[in-house]
C-alpha cells in the first residue's frame, strides 16, 4: 500500500485542532525522567527512490539463490492464481480493517462468512470462526475450547504433532492449569494405539492429533476419534497442510469433534513465515465456546441480506474470565485470499491439485528410494510429504544438495532424534518431473 507521510503543514493544522503548541505537549503526561531525550539510533531518511533500491538489493540477495525447494514442514509452496493477488489488492477489501461496523463493512462480513462456510465444508464440521493467527494458536485454542467443554485438565497430545504447535500449545497452558501428556508413533508414523489407551482416563479433556502429521503420515482419525470418545473426550484434529482436505475425506465424518489448522496453503505465498491464516471448525454444540469472531447472515427490517458479527465472547466484549480467548483480531486480508482461492479453484479445482499433490509424492518416494541407502522411514499412508532414512547426516546432505540447486528437505533429528538420519520432503503440484528426477540424481551423487 501507498503511503504518504504528513507534510509540515499537516502538522500544524492537527496540533492546533487539538489546542497543543508543539509535538511534545501532547507527551506532558509522561515524565521526563523515563523520556529518550535524544533521536533514535537510526539511518538517516532516505527518498523514495533511494529507499527502492535498497529493498531490491535485499530482495536480489533471495533471487539469486535460484534453489528448487522440496521444503514442507507446515508451510508449503502452491501455485496461486493471479486472480488472488488482484481481487485481494483492492482498496475496498484492504481498508475496513474491522467489521464492528456492519453498516460500512458488508463486503469484509461477506467474505468472513463465506470463509466459514467454505471451512465447514472442507472439516464436515457445522460452524466455523472467522479466522485465527495460524495453525498453532488454533491447535492451542482448541485445547482450552475442550478444556471448557468437558471441565476436564488433561489433554493427550500426539508427538507427530508439528514440534512449533506442541511449543505453543504448552506455552498457552503453562498458568491455565492444564496438563498435556504425549503419545508417541508407530512404525508406520501414526499414533500409537496401545500407547494412547493406556494414557486415556477419566481427566481426558481432548485427544489432539494432526492429520496429516508432520512426519507426513495420514491418521486413522477414526480411530482416534473412537478412543477419544471412550472416555468421552474430544476429538481434534490440526490440518497443518489445509490442501489435504480436497482429497482426505473430511476429520468431522470420521469423528473429530473440533478441526484446527492452517491455511496458507490456500492463495497465500509462503513468505518467509507469515502473516499465514488459522482456522477452526467444531461441532455446534460448542457455538458458545469457540474463540475468535464469528461472522453471521441475518436480514435487515426491509427484508434484505446481511451480515453480521454474532455471539463474540471476547475479552473486550464481556468480563476477561469469562471469555472464549483474548484473540483481539483475525486474519480477515488472509482469509479474504483463501476465501478467493477455494472459489476460484472450486470443489473439482480442489480435488485436481491435491490429486496432483498425492500422485508427484508417491513418484518422488520411488525416485528417491531407489538411491542406494535411502529408504522410506515410515510405512504410513502419505498425501504430498514424507520422510526418508539418510546414510549419511542430514547437514552434510543438506549442504551437498544445495551445491547442485536444491533444497531437499527438513531435517528431523533435532526434533525426532529417535528416527535417526532423516529428513522430511514435501512435493507439491509445482515441482517438476525434471526436477523430481533431478533431486534423485543429485542426492545419489552426495551419497556416492
Not at 467474505?111 to 472467522?130: H, K, P, R
Not at 464481556?318 to 472464549?324: C, K, S, V, Y
Not at 480435488?351 to 509424492?361: F, I
Request: glycine share 10%.
Amino acid at each position: 500500500m501507498s503511503y504518504i507521510s504528513l507534510s509540515g503543514q499537516d502538522r500544524k493544522e492537527m496540533l492546533a485542532r487539538v489546542g497543543a503548541a508543539s509535538v511534545d505537549d501532547l507527551f506532558a503526561c509522561i515524565p521526563e525522567a523515563v523520556r529518550l531525550g535524544r533521536p533514535l539510533d537510526l539511518p538517516p531518511a532516505r527518498s523514495e527512490l533511494e529507499l527502492v533500491r535498497v529493498v531490491e538489493a535485499i530482495g536480489a540477495k533471495n533471487a539469486a539463490a535460484g534453489l528448487v525447494s522440496f521444503l514442507g514442514g507446515g508451510a508449503y509452496e502452491h501455485f496461486i492464481p493471479t486472480v488472488v493477488d488482484y481481487l485481494s489488492s483492492r482498496g475496498e477489501f484492504v481498508s475496513p480493517y474491522t467489521p464492528y461496523q456492519p453498516e460500512v463493512s458488508q463486503g469484509t462480513l461477506q467474505v468472513i462468512f463465506e470463509f466459514q462456510t467454505l471451512v465447514c465444508q472442507l472439516a464436515g464440521l457445522d460452524i466455523a470462526n472467522a479466522s485465527l493467527y495460524d495453525g498453532s494458536t488454533g491447535a492451542a485454542e482448541a485445547v482450552l475450547t475442550a478444556q471448557r467443554v468437558t471441565g476436564r485438565n488433561k489433554v493427550v497430545v500426539a508427538r507427530s504433532l508439528h514440534p512449533q504447535y506442541r511449543e505453543v500449545v504448552r506455552t498457552y497452558i503453562k498458568n491455565m492449569g492444564v496438563e498435556a501428556v504425549e503419545v508417541g508413533f508407530g512404525p508406520d508414523g501414526r499414533v500409537d494405539p496401545d500407547a494412547l489407551g493406556r494414557l486415556l482416563d477419566e481427566a481426558t479433556a481432548a485427544v489432539v492429533y494432526q492429520s496429516p502429521n508432520f512426519l507426513g503420515v495420514v491418521e486413522d482419525v477414526r480411530a482416534l476419534s473412537a478412543a477419544a470418545h471412550s472416555r468421552k473426550a474430544l476429538s481434534v484434529a490440526v490440518v497443518a497442510e489445509a490442501l489435504s482436505l480436497g482429497l482426505l475425506e473430511a476429520p468431522g465424518r470420521l469423528g473429530a469433534d473440533i478441526v484446527t489448522g492452517e491455511a496458507q496453503s490456500f492463495g497465500l505465498p509462503v513468505s518467509f513465515g507469515g502473516p499465514y491464516l488459522g482456522f477452526m471448525a467444531c461441532r455446534k454444540d460448542y457455538l458458545r465456546q469457540l474463540p475468535g469472531r464469528i461472522a453471521g447472515q441475518t436480514v435487515d427490517k426491509d427484508g434484505r441480506r446481511g451480515f453480521v458479527l454474532t455471539l463474540s465472547t471476547r475479552e473486550q466484549h464481556i468480563r476477561r474470565e469469562r471469555a472464549t480467548s483474548n484473540i483481539c483480531t483475525n486474519q480477515a486480508l488472509c482469509a479474504l485470499r483463501a476465501t478467493i482461492f477455494m472459489e476460484t479453484l472450486g470443489k473439482q479445482g480442489l480435488r485436481e491439485m491435491a490429486w496432483q499433490n498425492a500422485q508427484k509424492a508417491a513418484y518422488a518416494i520411488e525416485k528417491l528410494t531407489a538411491v542406494p541407502r535411502v529408504e522410506r522411514k515410515l510405512s504410513g499412508p502419505v498425501f504430498n510429504e514424507f520422510a526418508l532414512g539418510l546414510p549419511k547426516p542430514w547437514p552434510a546432505v543438506d549442504a551437498g544438495l544445495r551445491a547442485r540447486g536444491f533444497i531437499g528437505g527438513h531435517g528431523l533429528a533435532a526434533a525426532y532424534p529417535e528416527l535417526g538420519d532423516a529428513a522430511l520432503v514435501a512435493v507439491t503440484e509445482l515441482r517438476t518431473k525434471d526436477e523430481i528426477d533431478r533431486l534423485a540424481r543429485a542426492l545419489q551423487e552426495v551419497l556416492s
